[in-house]
C-alpha cells in the first residue's frame, strides 16, 4: 500500500501544518540561510538522514518545453503564476480536498524542468543503435496486445522503476527515505520497495559479469556531498517518470550527488551518461524536501499483480472474438 491509498483508507483527506518555505540553490533563490550548518552523524559525516520526496517539484516537466530554449529559469512573472497554483492546490487540500493519487508539494522552484545539461533541458540525440532501439520500442498507450507478461514494463510487473525513476516526481509515493553508518549509506524508496545499500569503504564494484536493475552504487565524500557512481546495470530500465521511456543499455553510468543545503532539503543531482544510447551525458537536477507528516509505507504493489493476469487475458479475449468476426 502506498502513502496516498493509506492517507485516503484512514480518512486524512489533508494534512495541515506550520511549515517555513524554502527554496532550492538549484533554482538559484537567496533566501536560503547561508550561515545554516550542515548536521554531522557522531562518526563525522554530514547527516542526510531523514524522509524526503520529490513533490515539490511535481509541477516541473523532465524535458524544458523547446520553445523556451536554455532558459533554466522561470521569470519573476511565470514564477508568481507557478506559485499561485502551487499555493491553490495547498489551500484546496487543507479545506477538505482528496488528495487520492495526488501527492501534495507545498513549495515552488524555478527551474523550467528538471534536465539541466544539455543547455536546452532536453535529452540528447540518439546513437545509431540508440535509434535502433527507439524503432522497436513503442509508446507508452501504443503497444499492441502483449502475448506475456515478459512484454510489459518492469514498472508494471511491479518490479522496478530503475534508479533515476524511483526519484523523479509522479503523481504519488515520490518519497525515499535515507540511513546512514559509519560505512554505507541506504536508500529506501516508496514506490516499488527498492533499497540501494551504498558502501563508502573503499571497495571496487562488483565483477561486470555481475549486474541488476539497480546496478552496484559505490560512494565517497566529496566535501559535504556524497557522491555515487553506480555501474553494473543490466539496462532496460529508463530514466523517464516511473522508469518509462526508452530502455537504457547495460553501458549505462550513473554518477550522483546529494547535499544537504537546508534542515529539510538535499539538493539532487544526477548525471546519466549511456553511450551506447545517448551521443552525450546529461544531468538531471532537483530539490528532495521533507514534507509535513509524511511516512514512508509498505508498497506491496498487489494491484499491479492483479493487474498482469487482467491484462493478459483481456488481450486473449479480443484476440478470439476478432478470430469470430473473420
Known amino acids: 500500500m502506498n502513502r496516498a491509498f493509506a492517507i485516503l483508507a484512514a480518512g486524512l483527506l489533508a494534512l495541515s ?38 513533490d515539490d517539484m511535481r509541477g516541473v516537466p523532465l524535458q524544458r518545453p523547446e520553445e523556451l530554449g536554455d532558459q533554466r529559469f522561470l521569470t519573476d512573472e511565470e514564477f508568481a503564476e507557478r506559485e499561485a497554483e502551487t499555493n491553490e492546490e495547498v489551500a484546496r487540500l487543507d479545506e477538505g480536498g482528496t488528495a487520492f493519487l495526488s501527492e501534495r508539494g507545498i513549495r515552488s522552484f524555478r527551474q523550467t524542468s528538471l534536465i539541466v545539461d544539455p543547455p536546452n533541458g532536453r535529452m540528447p540525440p540518439l546513437t545509431p543503435e540508440g535509434e535502433a532501439i527507439r524503432a522497436v520500442t513503442p509508446a507508452r498507450g501504443e503497444a499492441p496486445p502483449p502475448d506475456s507478461w515478459l512484454d510489459l514494463r518492469l514498472y508494471d510487473r511491479c518490479i522496478t522503476r530503475g534508479v533515476v525513476g524511483s526519484v523523479l516526481p509522479v503523481i504519488y509515493g515520490n518519497g525515499l527515505q535515507i540511513f546512514q553508518t559509519p560505512d554505507a549509506v541506504v536508500i529506501r524508496y516508496e514506490m516499488v520497495h527498492e533499497t540501494r545499500v551504498i558502501h563508502l569503504d573503499g571497495r571496487p564494484h562488483v565483477d561486470e559479469g555481475i549486474r541488476s536493475f539497480m546496478g552496484d552504487p559505490v560512494g565517497y565524500w566529496e566535501g559535504d556531498t556524497l557522491v555515487v557512481e553506480t555501474t553494473n546495470f543490466r539496462g532496460e530500465t529508463g530514466i523517464g517518470l516511473n522508469g518509462g521511456g526508452l530502455p537504457t543499455t547495460p553501458a549505462i553510468r550513473l554518477t550522483e550527488r546529494f547535499t544537504r543545503v537546508a534542515e529539510h532539503r538535499i539538493d539532487y543531482e544526477v548525471v546519466v551518461n549511456d553511450p551506447g544510447l545517448y551521443t552525450a551525458p546529461l544531468t ?24 498482469l493476469a487482467n491484462i493478459l487475458s483481456a488481450a486473449r479475449a479480443e484476440e478470439a472474438a476478432a478470430a469470430e468476426e473473420e
Open 17 to 54: 501544518a506550520v511549515y517555513v518555505p524554502v527554496t532550492s540553490s538549484l533554482a538559484q533563490q537567496a533566501d536560503v540561510d547561508p550561515n545554516w550548518t550542515v548536521p554531522r552523524t557522531p562518526w563525522g559525516h554530514p547527516d542526510l538522514t531523514g524522509i524526503f520526496s520529490s
Open 284 to 307: 538531471i537536477a532537483l530539490p528532495l524536501t521533507n514534507q509535513p507528516g509524511y511516512q514512508v509505507l509498505p508498497y506491496e504493489c498487489h494491484e499491479g499483480n492483479h493487474a
